[in-house]
């Protein structure tokens, strides 16, 4: 790669001390995300003021440096990976969160950790429901990067859904905002959107308005045990035909629910240990909520091999317990895996089932699937040892084939964490070449020098040739 000292020296002169870090502990951080694959970096840069990110963008624009915006550094799929080196803009400190209770609108900056968000929005009456697995860490900023969702996305939405108006820096340095805080915009091209979901590679965010909701009166949780996988898929199906829409609605394999059980001792079902479960929350008005518990109940009585409700909250949060706990438990399946985040339609729900049980078998590796059924957006964890070059071998061949088959049956290779390096392989399976022209035509039109993120999405990235840091992150799940 070459170097860009000189054009290094003169942003440390632009902006000042302690702005511009090259130490080696530096550095390290800023060279990989969650997916644990490291790349060098030759500066950090932590800017003060939007003007500052004007000029780090404006300098690397002109001595075409490579620039790779950062917040906590959550990605699963190396988007946030400084590939090309160059520098990172690490906007992690910009947590500042407004909320306007009077319009229900928060106004943060690119910093502001999600959950942060949500307290601050419920201490005055409201919700924000985007609420990734990593939300205690991530930033909205990542967010809006890959429009992430979580176990709301089913009734309330995904990130875009809850983005009026963003404010940024285009390669050049130029300021743009996109939209106003306002319900309604309707004036010109929806530059906003294109920017949500675009992984960093057209222009920076530094602040966006959010709109929330009322918080829910009431929430009521079940959990249901089934007696296989296709029975819970189906299950679902009937639950989303029958026109009910609860606010989660979670399913855990019975592979999940195995390792979930072994973590915490416990059996989620006396009598059903090992079972396929749907976890699944009700939330709204009181009178809808108890409305739909009627229906709820007759639901799992009819289709469950067992049920059992939450009584308090206190119950509902011992339930969630066996939701968080599968993901690291998983581990005692293999040492390390391939966490995708794959969307399959409602219809083709049990034919899902059915290929990944054929997966299992044909490559002889444990696949625990869990993950957020209101949306279709499932987490396909594909285990394996390292150390085992035929386990490698046959995690690469399976995410290929899993790959191909969530697109058959017209899927989508993420929902929620983007495309980023891990995925770079499968990105033409989902689009065609029009597609890919058309996108990256955008691309050139606003950042033509490709300096920012380069190396992502477009280009194929051969994970398998680099090898993963052997790390715990706090927040991997």
């Not at 909320?99 to 900056?109: F, M, N, S, T």
């Not at 009521?220 to 609860?246: H, I, K, V």
């Not at 119950?315 to 895996?337: P, T």
Request: charge should be positive.
């Amino acid at each position: 790669m070459p170097s860009h000292s000189a054009a290094t020296r003169q942003l440390r002169r632009r902006l000042g001390a302690g702005r511009v870090r090259t130490d080696a502990v530096s550095l390290a951080a800023a060279g990989f995300d969650s997916s644990k694959i490291a790349f060098a970096a030759e500066a950090v840069v932590v800017p003060r003021t939007g003007a500052d990110v004007g000029v780090v963008l404006e300098l690397a624009n002109r001595h075409r440096v490579p620039v790779t915006a950062r917040g906590r550094g959550t990605s699963l799929t190396g988007s946030a990976a400084p590939v090309r080196g160059g520098w990172v803009l690490d906007l992690s400190h910009w947590r500042g969160i407004r909320i306007d209770a009077e319009a229900g609108l928060a106004r943060v900056r690119a910093g502001a950790r999600v959950a942060d968000i949500q307290r601050a929005a419920a201490a005055k009456g409201w919700f924000y429901p985007p609420d990734p697995s990593s939300h205690e860490h991530c930033t909205i900023g990542g967010n809006i990067a890959c429009n992430a969702g979580g176990m709301h996305g089913g009734k309330y939405g995904v990130t875009r859904d809850f983005v009026l108006a963003l404010e940024g820096y285009l390669p050049t340095g130029e300021f743009v905002s996109w939209g106003t805080p306002t319900r309604k915009f309707s004036a010109g091209f929806n530059l906003r959107d294109l920017w949500i979901g675009s992984e960093g590679l057209l222009g920076v965010v530094t602040a966006a308005t959010l709109r929330l909701i009322p918080q829910p009166e009431s929430r009521w949780t079940l959990l249901a045990a089934f007696a296989n996988e296709t029975a819970a898929f189906r299950a679902a199906r009937a639950l989303f035909g029958a026109r009910l829409q609860p606010a989660i609605c979670e399913f855990l394999d019975r592979y999940s629910v195995h390792c979930a059980e072994r973590a915490t001792g416990t059996t989620v079902f006396p009598g059903a240990a090992g079972r396929p479960v749907l976890l699944v929350e009700l939330a709204g008005s009181v009178a809808e909520v108890k409305s739909q518990r009627r229906v709820l109940q007759a639901w799992a009585a009819k289709h469950a091999l067992a049920h059992r409700a939450a009584r308090t909250r206190a119950e509902a949060e011992a339930l969630w317990a066996v939701r968080r706990k599968c993901s690291r438990a998983m581990f005692e399946l293999g040492d390390s895996k391939l966490n995708e985040d794959i969307v399959v339609p409602l219809r083709n729900y049990e034919k899902f089932a059915r290929f990944l049980e054929k997966l299992r078998k044909e490559s002889g590796l444990s696949i625990p699937t869990f993950g957020h059924l209101g949306d279709g957006n499932l987490h396909v964890n594909i285990m394996y040892h390292r150390a085992v070059p035929a386990e490698c071998r046959a995690a690469e061949r399976a995410v290929a084939r899993l790959m191909r088959e969530v697109v058959a049956l017209e899927g989508a290779i993420s929902g929620e964490h983007g495309i980023g390096l891990a995925k770079t392989p499968f990105f033409r399976l989902q689009h065609s070449p029009a597609q890919v022209r058309a996108m990256q035509a955008v691309k050139r039109a606003l950042d033509p020098r490709g300096i920012l993120n380069p190396g992502k999405m477009f280009e194929v990235f051969e994970v398998w040739k680099h090898p993963r840091l052997d790390v715990k992150l706090p927040w991997d799940h």
